[in-house]
C-alpha cells in the first residue's frame, strides 16, 4: 500500500511542501521494511510525524550545551558514545525521521542499511531524505514496532522510540488523523 502526496499532507499538515519531498522514500522505505497495512503505516507516519516535526527536521535541534549531554556521562556511554568531551554528542546527534542517536545506533543503523559502518563516517547521510525514512523504518523494524501496531499499542511505541512518553498528545493527534486518513472502510 502506497501513501500518496495528499494522504501525508492531510496527516501531516505542517509538512506542506515536505510531503512531496518525502514521499517516494517513505513508501519505499516502508515496503523495504513490511510497514505495509493501514494499520502499520498510521502508526508509523504518526511516530514518524511528530519526531520529524512533520518532516520539517531531519537533525536534532539544540547548541553545543544541549548536545554536551551525548558527549560526556551516563548517556554518552549508554549511547556508545566515548567518555572524552571530544564532539561524539554534536556529531551522533538524532538524525533522520526517527531520530537514530549516539555512536552505538548508528553503528547498528549503517549495517542495517548499508552493511557497513559508513554512518559513523558520513553521519549527515542520515539527512537525506532516502536515509532518513529508511533509517526510521530500520528502527522500526528492529524494535518489533509493526507487532505493536497491529495491536494497537501506540503507548508501546512511543516508549521504544523516545523513551517515555514525551509529546504524546501530538503523537496521538497525528495517529489519529492518520487512521482517518488511511483506516476507512471502503465504501
Request: proline letters at 3%.
Amino acid at each position: 500500500m502506497n501513501v500518496t502526496t495528499q494522504q501525508l499532507q492531510n496527516i501531516m499538515p505542517n509538512a506542506r511542501s515536505q510531503a512531496g519531498v518525502f514521499i517516494s522514500a517513505l513508501n519505499s522505505a516502508m515496503t523495504n521494511r513490511n510497514i505495509n497495512t493501514p494499520k502499520r503505516i498510521a502508526a508509523f507516519l504518526a511516530q514518524v510525524g511528530h519526531e520529524s516535526g512533520q518532516l520539517q527536521y531531519v537533525r536534532e535541534l539544540g547548541n553545543n550545551q544541549y548536545l554536551s549531554k551525548y558527549d560526556t556521562g551516563t548517556l554518552a556511554l549508554r549511547l556508545g558514545n566515548t567518555p572524552e568531551a571530544d564532539g561524539d554528542g554534536q556529531k551522533y546527534r538524532g538524525r533522520g525521521l526517527i531520530q537514530i542517536t549516539g555512536r552505538s545506533n548508528y553503528r547498528e543503523c549503517s549495517l542495517g542499511l548499508f552493511g557497513d559502518e559508513r554512518l559513523l563516517s558520513l553521519p549527515e547521510l542520515l539527512e537525506q531524505p532516502q536515509w532518513a525514512a529508511e533509517s526510521a523504518a530500520w528502527f522500526w523494524e528492529q524494535n518489533g514496532l509493526n507487532e505493536l501496531a497491529d495491536r494497537d499499542q501506540f503507548n508501546s511505541i512511543t516508549r521504544r522510540i523516545n523513551g517515555g512518553l514525551n509529546g504524546l498528545e501530538d503523537r496521538l493527534q497525528l495517529w489519529a488523523r492518520a487512521r482517518a486518513v488511511l483506516c476507512q472502510p471502503s465504501v
